[in-house]
Antibody, heavy 118, light 107 residues
Framework: EVELVESGGGLMQPGESLRLSCAASGFTVSGKYMNWVRQAPGKGLEWVSCIFGSGTTYYADSVKGRFTISSDNSINTVFLQVNSLSAEDTAVYYC????????????WGQGTRVTVSS | DIRMTQSPSSVSASVGDRVTITCQASQVISSWLAWYQQKPGKAPKLLIHTASILESGVPSRFSGSGSGTDFTLTITNLQPEDFATYYCQQAHSFPLIFGGGTKVEIK
């Protein structure tokens, strides 16, 4: 069964860093475009970052320079390193794959919640 | 970046109604448009990709149309399980941008 499981969220203070994880099963992350999409409380969806294969990466302008996406193919997991957290980063962070032949998101995890508050 | 304008932001409808949601891209995106359904506390679910192709398992009362810059999601014979928030997403190029969402509420 194809599944994505996110972890690593929590209550953080402004300026802190954290690393989110997305463990995949049922497929290999190296063969898929793997993404992070976030959703602030009561707000819409915001694509954050994407990684493919050996390391091609893409970032939203809003996170460029602070977020780093990476993958460890040996454990079939994708990561999102988030630095210099601010209240604006408070959101549920979803991991999602891109459907082959499109740039739409077909498989989603359950999300991990990040709250930034002093 | 491509901007996506989705309307209306909310709509009230009854079971059995037909609901239409529109999405406009700020530039031509051919048919590279996807639609999602999201229920409270849940991850989004892909309904339609490439503007009009129904994802496997999605009921046929959902349909998508359009190309270029203007797109439509139509739900015919609205069912109780269809009350949710719907998002469009341009799938043309990075950054991948979502519309602001349309909440379909019970009248």
């Amino acid at each position: 069964e194809v599944e994505l499981v996110e972890s690593g969220g929590g209550l953080m203070q402004p300026g802190e860093s954290l690393r989110l994880s997305c463990a995949a099963s049922g497929f290999t992350v190296s063969g898929k475009y793997m993404n992070w999409v976030r959703q602030a409380p009561g707000k819409g969806l915001e694509w954050v970052s994407c990684i493919f294969g050996s390391g091609t990466t893409y970032y939203a302008d809003s996170v460029k320079g602070r977020f780093t996406i990476s993958s460890d193919n040996s454990i079939n997991t994708v990561f999102l390193q988030v630095n210099s957290l601010s209240a604006e980063d408070t959101a549920v962070y979803y991991c999602a794959t891109i459907k082959r032949g499109t740039t739409s998101f077909d498989i989603w995890g359950q999300g991990t919640r990040v709250t930034v508050s002093s | 970046d491509i901007r996506m304008t989705q309307s209306p932001s909310s709509v009230s409808a009854s079971v059995g109604d037909r609901v239409t949601i529109t999405c406009q891209a700020s530039q031509v995106i051919s048919s590279w448009l996807a639609w999602y359904q999201q229920k409270p506390g849940k991850a989004p679910k892909l309904l339609i990709h490439t503007a009009s192709i129904l994802e496997s398992g999605v009921p046929s009362r959902f349909s998508g149309s359009g190309s270029g810059t203007d797109f439509t999601l139509t739900i015919t014979n609205l069912q109780p399980e269809d009350f949710a928030t719907y998002y469009c997403q341009q799938a043309h190029s990075f950054p991948l941008i979502f519309g602001g969402g349309t909440k379909v509420e019970i009248k």
